[in-house]
């Protein structure tokens, strides 16, 4: 049995846990889901800005419903004449948060931890592999924390097209809130 205040492996903050799990994958797992809660908050705050839906009633929404509102706001803005370039832009904003959202934090969120070796000090380096809904194929999310640095990065690029979405529909909302 291991002794759990022996190794940092199950302390976090202070805070003692029965499961091990590395500081560093702990960090850069964090730092990966908080960027994704961060793209969605900004899909939320499209969505509002643009006078689509209420904030409250976008902050109950789940990521996929987020993502559907978000590809219909685009359909009424494409419905007016001068909607034409926000719809565009909606569209854009739409491909890079589907992207992000079942490529990368799907993944990430229904994946397994499996024994990727150990870090320079001997502490068990856990993996995240996801499975696939057939059950039988899987690949690999991370082997390392740096990969889940590369995953909040890769997450964090599809701000640039929500961004230039979300000042456009500022710009020029379909109602005023």
């Given at each position: ?11 976090t ?12 994958v702990?960090?850069?797992l ?8 961060s ?15 209420p ?20 359909d ?12 565009d ?14 490529s ?18 001997g ?17 690999t ?22 961004n ?14």
């Open positions: 049995m291991t002794d759990a205040a022996a190794d940092e492996t199950h302390v903050l202070g805070r003692q846990f029965r499961t091990p799990a590395h500081p560093d702990l960090a850069a964090g730092r990966a889901l908080f960027c994704f809660l793209l969605e908050e900004t899909v939320t705050a499209i969505l509002t800005d643009a006078g689509a839906v904030l409250p009633m976008t902050r109950a929404k789940m990521a996929g419903a987020k993502e559907t509102a978000l590809q219909d706001l685009a009424d803005y494409r419905a007016f004449p001068k909607g034409i370039e926000i719809a832009a909606l569209d854009a904003a739409v491909t890079a948060f589907r992207h992000a959202r079942q990368m934090r799907n993944e990430l969120l229904h994946a397994h931890p499996f024994t990727a070796g150990t870090d320079s000090h502490h068990y380096l856990p993996g995240l592999a996801y499975t696939a809904k057939d059950g039988k194929s899987w690949k999310v991370s082997r390392s924390p740096e990969d889940l640095l590369d995953l909040a990065a890769a997450i964090e690029g599809a701000l640039d097209p929500l230039s979405a979300r000042a456009l529909v500022q710009s020029t909302p379909l109602s005023v809130p």
